[in-house]
């Protein structure tokens, strides 16, 4: 009998282990999933609102960046529009537009540009400058030679504007596309900022902005809406020295053609060349200065946030 009553009492708490141990391991399972699932939803919370955060930082950086230029009421000039996204190539070359209004000055203002160097010229052009206190906009194209890339970074702790004139100044090359304009001028937009520790944000055309290549091409449209969504502002001029026409055109000549040009305009932008051969450039410059001087014209280098000359 009493190994009968032991009996019962094994099997009662076996039962009992059979049944109470499961219960315990569900309770405690139980436990453990309301912690995951608790700590889950802390989890989504948080990711939930790293993830708005980020949206509305990408909202306001949208909002930065898809702005356009203001309509300036000038003459009815088309700028073109920054708010275009560029192509997905060459994204280095982008820059900052800008954040003033654009303006016209009060005064009546000579430009004076000087296309296609550095060169020879370089070094005498920026002495007679200095030597009248002028500041003045040279359009670079690309050199290979330390010395003449020790210029880029001269004109520009003179105090001078260095602006774009493309690396190659091949018509062929850089008026067949679009894309092969881009990757000529983003060789020199990156020869200019790694020289000279400062990034260009004017340009020219070569040939000016309605060149026949550019033209024949149809690709002037394109090009200039790619440079416009980039941040580049281009100019072309108003005034022409026309000492490019020839292979030796006499100082009096050049300064002729500047000085009958300038005259009863309020704004000139003048262009003018430095290159090797333009020793008539250089004799000329100092009567030009002088002549522009007695019309009643001040002396500033070209800039961002001014209303451009461009061809129509």
């Known amino acids: 009998m009493r190994s009968n009553s ?3 009492k094994v099997f009662v708490l076996i039962y009992i282990c059979i049944l109470a141990v499961p219960s315990v391991l569900l309770f405690k399972t139980g436990d453990e999933l309301k912690q995951v699932r608790y700590n889950f939803n802390i989890y989504k919370k948080e990711a939930e609102s790293a993830i708005r955060e980020k949206e509305n930082k990408i909202m306001e950086l949208e909002e930065e960046l898809n702005f356009t230029k203001s309509d300036y009421d000038m003459d009815d000039m088309d700028y073109g529009s920054c708010g275009t996204a560029p192509s997905g190539t060459f994204l280095n070359m ?21 296309d296609d160097g550095p060169s020879q010229r370089t070094s005498e052009i920026l002495d007679i400058l200095d030597q009248y206190g002028i500041k003045a906009t040279f359009f670079v194209v690309g050199t290979r030679d330390k010395e003449s890339q020790s210029l880029y970074k001269e004109i ?9 004139h493309s690396q190659s100044h091949n018509y062929d090359k850089i008026y067949a596309s679009t894309e092969d304009f881009l990757a000529d001028f983003n060789e020199i937009f990156t020869t200019i900022k790694d020289k000279t520790n400062s990034t260009p944000v004017l340009f020219r055309f070569p040939g000016g902005s309605n ?8 690709t002037e449209e394109d090009i200039k809406k790619e440079m416009a969504a980039r941040g580049f502002v281009y ?19 050049i ?15 003048i262009l003018l060349h430095d290159s090797g ?6 004799a000329a410059l100092p009567q030009i200065i002088e002549g522009l001087k007695k019309q009643g014209f001040v002396f500033d280098k070209l800039e961002s946030d ?5 061809f129509q």
């Open 6 to 8: 032991k009996r019962k």
């Open 94 to 114: 982008v820059v900052d537009w800008r954040e003033d209004s654009v303006y016209n000055p009060k005064e009546k203002t000579a430009y004076l540009t000087f």
């Open 156 to 164: 520009v702790d003179r105090g001078h504007t260095l602006g774009m």
């Open 211 to 218: 060149n026949p290549r550019m033209v024949k091409n149809n």
């Open 235 to 253: 100019y072309d001029w108003n005034v022409s020295g026309e000492d490019a026409v020839y292979s030796h055109v006499a100082p009096d000549s």
């Open 255 to 269: 300064v002729n053609n500047v000085l009958e040009g300038s005259r009863n305009k309020h704004r000139a932008v």
């Open 277 to 282: 051969a333009k020793e008539s450039t250089v």
């Open 306 to 310: 001014l209303v451009p000359i461009q």
